[in-house]
């Protein structure tokens, strides 16, 4: 069975502070990766997505991730984070089954 | 094109109460899914189609029924409502998902059950 883990539950930084956010996920086989984020009573939107080729991911908002295959991971960083970054964020894995798995979320604010 | 559109945004059942959650798109996708969204567990699978007439189980299915008549809408049926199904519900739909094509989200409906 696949699964996705997100270690990091809430993560608290000061405006232009740099960000990572880890994701790791299990699943032998080929996979897609994505980040969502859902700001305060909203719903959840794409930051980024891997499918394949250059491992290195630019998403919006300044927002990049990269997928390390032998270390199974996919995490999401970005070098200078500001107030309206404060949200929720989801990895996700996509599998040929067709399955959408998402990790726990990582609730990040961002302190002025 | 309105996206994703789910119905009602929020509601309050009783135990035992059943109803129906709505969801449809207007995007022509052949995927559809419902997840709930718990805090701390991320989203997790409920029910999802792949098409008009085929439907499956995800990761948490028990205590919801779905169908998909057409390819617009996906309705998430709960047959007997519990407490343990307060939750925030979101459909989701898209394309062929493992060509890379974005997962669209509604907005979500906030579900209590007292």
């Known amino acids: 069975a696949q699964s996705v883990s997100q270690h990091n539950h809430h993560v608290i930084l000061s405006e232009a502070a740099s960000l990572e956010l880890g994701c790791n996920y299990s699943?032998?086989?080929?996979?897609?990766l994505f980040w969502y984020v859902q700001y305060p009573g909203q719903h959840l939107q794409l930051l980024l997505k891997?499918?394949?080729?250059?491992?290195l991911v630019k998403g919006i908002k300044g927002f990049e991730a990269e997928f390390i295959k032998s270390k199974f991971s996919f995490n999401l960083r970005k070098p200078s984070v500001q107030w309206s970054d404060t949200a929720e964020y989801f990895c996700?894995?996509?599998?040929?089954?067709?399955?959408?798995?998402f990790g726990g979320g990582t609730r990040l604010m961002v302190k002025p | 094109n309105a996206g994703v559109t789910q119905t009602p945004k929020f509601q309050v059942l009783k135990t035992g109460q059943s109803m129906t959650l709505q969801c449809a798109q207007d995007?022509?996708?052949?995927?559809m899914s419902w997840y709930r969204q718990d805090p701390g567990m991320g989203l997790r699978l409920i029910h999802y189609s792949v098409g008009a007439g085929i439907t499956d189980q995800g990761e948490v299915p028990n205590g919801y029924n779905v169908s998909r008549s057409t390819t617009e809408d996906f309705p998430l049926r709960l047959l007997s409502a519990a407490p343990s199904q307060t939750s925030v519900y979101f459909c989701?739909?898209?394309?062929?998902?493992?060509?890379?094509?974005?997962?669209?989200f509604g907005e979500g409906s906030w579900l209590t059950v007292v």
């Open positions: 995007m022509n996708h052949e995927y």
């Open positions: 989701a739909s898209s394309l062929q998902p493992s060509s890379g094509n974005t997962i669209y």
């Open positions: 996700a894995l996509h599998n040929a089954g067709n399955m959408l798995t």
């Open positions: 699943y032998g086989g080929t996979v897609n």
């Open positions: 891997y499918f394949s080729g250059d491992p």
